[in-house]
């Protein structure tokens, strides 16, 4: 017989790991002195109508220029942003009543290293962050000595964290995200600041993650090399909206689908 905890996970893997409909995010723009006494402040879409589905188990990128709402949208994700508009179910849970459950479940690996606390050593970081999520002192140790032995990051836990790399900084980004073990992943900029060997480590850690671990993966990316080694699918945001979902084909890359949809500027590097 299949216990309650059984067949609620079933029904979880039924459902899309992300389903939006019309999903809208609004920003009010900022303003001057006397922009704000007129009232004519303004407001920011960051996100226009956005619908989509993401299968459970998938790789699914996200790519576009800066200010394209990429990061908005992964925020709105991982639950924490709200949207202002439209509906977002993961795994068919509603983040505005039952947000706990989908963080419960849900890693997020932010680009912004100031979520940390530069005055605490890497692992007192990782120890805080893990005792918000509710996990076990000794549970949460295990988890720290085991993702930072995959990361390659040990010789780094007893330093500050403003005196470690930008790099460093990263992998402990990734290894705060997988304290939970999560079965949603949530990435904004993987490979941002690795070197080059660090990179390609981290690509393979992701895409195993994937594969082995049956894991669904959201990757928010600038380089078009992270979406064709990590993603399945891939979306295409321009000014806040959705313009195309592209699948891999057989042996078209999602690269070359992707730059059909970006007009090469002189001097410029593309997404």
């Given at each position: 017989m299949?216990?309650?905890?059984?067949?609620?996970?079933?029904?979880?893997?039924?459902?899309?790991?992300?389903?939006?409909?019309?999903?809208?995010?609004?920003?009010?723009?900022?303003?001057?002195?006397l922009q704000a006494l007129v009232g004519r402040g303004g407001t920011v879409n960051a996100l226009?109508?956005?619908?989509?589905?993401?299968?459970?188990?998938?790789?699914?990128?996200?790519i576009g220029k800066n200010g394209s709402g990429k990061t908005t949208l992964?925020?709105?994700?991982?639950?924490?942003?709200?949207?202002?508009?439209?509906?977002?179910?993961?795994?068919?849970?509603?983040?505005?009543?039952?947000?706990k459950k989908i963080k419960s479940f849900t890693g997020y690996v932010p680009s912004d290293e100031r979520s940390f606390f530069w005055r605490l050593t890497c692992q007192e970081n990782l120890i805080f962050f893990g005792a918000l999520y509710?996990?076990?002192?000794?549970?949460?140790?295990?988890?720290?000595?085991?993702?930072?032995?995959?990361?390659n990051m040990k010789s780094i836990l007893r330093e500050r964290f403003d005196t470690v790399s930008s790099g460093k900084k990263q992998l402990l980004s990734f290894a705060r995200g997988m304290l939970i073990d999560p079965s949603l992943l949530i990435v904004d900029e993987p490979t941002r600041s690795l070197d080059l060997e660090t990179a390609i480590k981290v690509r393979h850690y992701l895409?195993?993650?994937?594969?082995?671990?049956?894991?669904?993966?959201?990757?928010?990316?600038?380089?078009?090399?992270?979406?064709?080694?990590?993603?399945?699918?891939?979306?295409?945001?321009?000014?806040?909206?959705?313009?195309?979902?592209?699948?891999?084909?057989?042996?078209?890359?999602?690269?070359?689908?992707?730059?059909?949809?970006?007009?090469?500027?002189?001097?410029?590097?593309?997404?």
């Open positions: 299949n216990s309650p905890d059984h067949i609620k996970e079933s029904r979880r893997e039924a459902e899309p790991a992300i389903h939006l409909i019309n999903l809208c995010k609004n920003y009010k723009k900022p303003s001057n002195l226009k109508d956005i619908s989509l589905q993401i299968p459970p188990g998938v790789s699914f990128g996200i992964l925020k709105i994700m991982a639950t924490l942003i709200h949207a202002n508009h439209g509906t977002m179910r993961i795994f068919g849970l509603d983040p505005v009543t039952d947000e509710g996990l076990p002192r000794g549970q949460l140790q295990e988890r720290i000595d085991f993702f930072s032995s995959e990361l895409k195993q993650q994937v594969t082995e671990k049956k894991r669904t993966l959201i990757v928010a990316s600038h380089h078009l090399e992270d979406i064709d080694i990590l993603c399945d699918q891939v979306g295409v945001l321009q000014d806040g909206q959705l313009i195309t979902t592209l699948t891999r084909k057989g042996g078209t890359s999602l690269s070359s689908q992707i730059m059909r949809y970006f007009k090469p500027e002189p001097g410029r590097e593309q997404p």
